[in-house]
């Protein structure tokens, strides 16, 4: 599947040389979904360069794929206790907008399968402890970020959707591990 570079959605030079991760010594072993709520895909990846953020990939509105055009598993900063051993996915847009995008909502899951098969993390977000599997940025940020909310978020909803059409196993968070 084709991946156009980060550079198509920012031109500023000195945005673009924040571009950068370090190498990793640890496997993938999750992959961590995020939204971009009311931002755009090109605000949401200039903020998160100046915030010491970044993201793996990005799918458009459109259903296009965006992300590095040199290493793309270099480690990056995005969720603390998680970054080394994860890739970062963003979807543009609010959780109810994605869910009813269904050509964004399946190239996300196209996506999070094919990296889930080639790098053989297993396709579930049950047990978030093992590090292993695909999870929300909400359910790494209530297992390592003392986050409290307990109700289900737009984010579990959309991942819930994907696992449905791409044959993956979803918890809700009572029976998360």
């Avoid at 899951?109 to 297993?122: N, T, V």
């Amino acid at each position: 599947m084709p991946v156009a570079p980060f550079q198509e959605l920012i031109f500023d030079e000195a945005t673009l040389k924040k571009i950068a991760g370090i190498s990793r010594a640890n496997p993938i072993s999750s992959l961590i979904l995020h939204h971009t709520d009311s931002k755009s895909k090109e605000d949401y990846l200039r903020d998160s360069l100046y915030s010491g953020f970044l993201i793996h990939f990005i799918v458009g509105k459109e259903g296009k794929y965006y992300g590095w055009n040199t290493n793309p598993y270099l480690s990056v900063k995005a969720v603390p206790r998680m970054d080394a051993i994860s890739l970062h996915i963003a979807i543009e847009g609010k959780e109810d907008a994605i869910l009813q995008n269904k050509k964004q909502l399946e190239a996300t899951g196209k996506l999070l399968k094919k990296l889930s098969d080639d790098l053989e993390i297993p396709f579930t977000n049950k047990n978030i402890n093992s590090n292993s599997g695909v999870f929300t940025h909400i359910q790494a940020k209530k297992k390592y970020g003392n986050f409290v909310d307990l109700s289900e978020c737009g984010s579990e909803k959309i991942l819930k959707e994907i696992f449905l059409n791409f044959d993956g196993k979803y918890f809700n968070e009572e029976n998360w591990e």
